[in-house]
């Protein structure tokens, strides 16, 4: 979480106003690639339980496959966006550093 303030403060050459803008442009892009990727493999779990579910009892096992899916990615969505504000609030400066 420190890195986005390093690159955050690379970019914005000493302004205040450009480095918190790319503190939270930088921790949202992380956060989507974060939920990206661990979406992906949540559904790529989900649907090979389902097919050997599948196998072994054939009646209505799909339906609710849906419902799990969409916990999993409720919880994961409450879970990187809980690290996208900590990394937010962690890096966010509200006056200039003098070094």
């Known amino acids: 979480m420190l890195r986005i303030g390093v ?24 956060s989507l690639l974060i939920f990206l990727v661990c979406g992906f493999s949540v559904i790529l779990i989900v649907f090979l339980i389902s097919l050997m579910i599948h196998t072994l009892k054939p009646a209505d096992a799909h339906t609710s496959w849906v419902h799990v899916f969409k916990i999993c990615l409720v919880v994961l969505a409450w879970v990187v966006g809980a690290f996208n504000l900590i990394a937010i609030l962690k890096n966010i400066q509200l006056t200039k550093n003098k070094l």
Do not use: D
């Not at 690159?7 to 992380?30: E, P, Q």
């Open 7 to 30: 690159a955050a403060s690379k970019m914005s050459k000493g302004g205040l106003l450009s480095y918190n803008l790319y503190v939270i442009l930088i921790s949202c892009l992380l």
